[in-house]
């Protein structure tokens, strides 16, 4: 199976602020790449997917980019409801892998 | 407008089998490209994605679990089943049931069940 690892594990920030979570694949997934936020007691959210492509109805601050094994989100201008949790998943091949998170905490 | 709704017991016993049902509306499992999985999360802890349906009946499985899951869809009744047998406490988590586009989608979990919390306890 293909092992996602993202970076850093929690990440306190101020509103405002620029914020870069970084995901690595074990092996190459091309652009098959997907982001997902999740709030305390929610479903997931599909924010990016296909590495770059914005999800219907996700605000512009959130970008991603990356292919082969590197992957970023990056939120432009955080907002108090963009502190979550943020995975990473790749949907290269079944065995469809998750990276084990990132918090994002209001500093 | 497309939902998806998890059901089944919210407490099982070691050794028992799960049974869950994924009840979805607003897409047809046996449209070119529709898929449904079933994903996991246990307390406090990651998402851990465990088997997918397509619109052709393919299937596939978490390599860790996947001599104890099975996974069926019902297309008639919009519904996708999944059982996993042997159940543990480790198992306790919130399971999720999640559509994907393959094709002309975004070939990712689109849009989520609200997800059902499953104890294991005796």
């Known amino acids: 199976d293909i092992q996602m690892t993202q970076s850093p594990s929690s990440l306190s920030a101020s509103v405002g602020d620029r914020v870069t979570i970084t995901c690595r694949a074990s092996?190459?997934?091309?652009?098959?790449l997907n982001w997902y936020q999740q709030k305390p007691g929610k479903a997931p959210k599909l924010l990016i997917y296909?590495?770059?492509s914005l999800q219907s109805g996700v605000p512009s601050r959130f970008s991603g980019s990356g292919s082969g094994t590197d992957f970023t989100l990056t939120i432009s201008s955080l907002q108090p409801e963009d502190f979550a949790t943020y995975y990473c998943q790749q949907s290269y091949s079944t065995g469809w892998t998750f990276g084990q998170g990132t918090k994002l905490e209001i500093k | 407008q497309v939902t998806l709704r998890e059901s089944g017991p919210a407490l099982v016993k070691p050794t028992q089998t799960l049974t869950l049902t994924c009840t979805f509306s607003g897409f047809s499992l046996s449209t070119s490209g529709m898929c449904v999985s079933w994903v996991r999360q246990p307390p406090g802890k990651a998402l851990e994605w465990l088997a997918l349906i397509d619109w052709d009946d393919d299937k596939y499985y978490s390599t860790s679990l996947k001599t104890r899951l099975t996974i069926s869809k019902d297309t008639s009744k919009n519904q996708v089943v999944l059982t996993m047998t042997n159940m543990d406490p480790v198992d306790t988590a919130t399971y999720y049931c999640?559509?994907?586009?393959?094709?002309?989608?975004?070939?990712?979990?689109?849009?989520w069940g609200q997800g059902t919390m499953v104890t294991v306890s005796s």
């Open positions: 999640a559509r994907t586009e393959r094709y002309s989608g975004t070939n990712a979990f689109d849009i």
């Open positions: 296909a590495a770059s």
């Open positions: 092996q190459s997934i091309s652009s098959y």
